[in-house]
């Protein structure tokens, strides 16, 4: 059983950046490759970003990749998502979760946090 709790979200301007954070209990974090992803109203939750177990592949959805970055601190168990040049479209809740494999698939994650609101305004 792996438990997370994401921290970090918050209103910002258009432009501006936030940076969140996932902390998650147990001993072995650094066997599982992590997630972030967002749900807006309405919407479906879509993938964001992974990052393998070691860190050292990532993916990215089209909509983020060179505004966002994803990174973990094995030794602190904490994985991070560094949001650059946020925009209205980027407001949803985000969440992180945990998967076996460095996937974009929302089902073949299996454990999940209970979210942080980010909320960009225009």
């Known amino acids: 059983q792996v438990q997370l709790v994401e921290s970090g979200g918050g209103l910002v301007q258009t432009g501006g950046s936030l940076r969140l954070s996932c902390a998650a209990s147990g001993r072995t974090f650094s066997r599982y490759a992590m997630g972030w992803f967002r749900q807006a109203p309405g919407n479906e939750r879509e993938f964001v970003a992974a990052?393998?177990?070691?860190?050292?592949?990532?993916n990215y959805s089209d909509s983020v990749k060179g505004r966002f970055t994803i990174s973990r601190d094995n030794a602190k168990n904490t994985l991070y998502l560094q949001m650059n040049n946020l925009k209205p479209e980027d407001t949803a809740v985000y969440y992180c979760?945990?998967?076996?494999?460095?996937?974009?698939?929302?089902?073949?994650?299996?454990?999940w946090g209970q979210g942080t609101q980010v909320t960009v305004s225009s």
């Open positions: 979760a945990v998967s076996g494999s460095l996937t974009t698939i929302r089902w073949e994650y299996y454990y």
């Open positions: 990052i393998s177990s070691i860190g050292l592949s990532t």
